[in-house]
């Protein structure tokens, strides 16, 4: 074996040999760990972000995309299960290789929301820490494959969710 080739190339090898398998099922990894750097955003939303964010009913939260292909998109969690994948089914849908087909689910218990991965290849990053699961605070950095969003509570649950 070379001394730069690792182990589980011939996984990530396609059919062909040459890291393609013809199929555009299969989740493509990051390259290397600069990939996953965390750099907050702050506070640097418009203010029709603002707004929305402050339209937000009781026990729902909001996804803005940050970057990634879809920068800009807004998602709103009003359910108990939100599923976030590149399955054409699933609630949020992020078209792009770097996300597994059921990357992850961001559950909701009362006024608290959760995300859980759901053992993707490239795993689910909050605040710049690669995790399993992990309660979402408001203003929290998500990264689902090469997709950065910002999460935020309704404004009128963030005394209930952080105890002020």
Not at 25 to 48: E, N, R, Y
Not at 60 to 70: E, M
Request: proline fraction near 4%; charged fraction near 30%; avoid cysteine.
């Amino acid at each position: 074996m070379e001394d730069n080739a690792r182990p589980d190339d011939d996984i990530r090898r396609g059919a062909d040999g040459r890291g393609r398998s013809g199929s555009s099922d299969t989740t493509q990894t990051f390259g290397h760990d600069a990939d996953l750097s965390f750099i907050p955003f702050g506070s640097d939303l418009s203010a029709v972000e603002v707004e929305a964010i402050g339209a937000l009913p009781s026990r729902s939260a909001l996804l803005l995309v940050r970057s990634g292909p879809t920068a800009g998109a807004r998602y709103l969690l009003d359910t108990d299960v939100t599923t976030v994948g590149r399955h054409p089914e699933a609630d949020i849908f992020f078209d792009d290789v770097t996300v597994s087909r059921r990357h992850a689910e961001i559950t909701r218990t009362g006024n608290t929301f959760e995300l859980v991965d759901q053992r993707s290849l490239n795993g689910t990053y909050v605040n710049g820490e690669r995790v399993d699961r992990a309660a979402l605070s408001d203003g929290a950095e998500l990264r689902i494959g090469k997709f950065r969003l910002n999460f935020f509570v309704s404004p009128l649950d963030r005394g209930a969710v952080t105890g002020e």
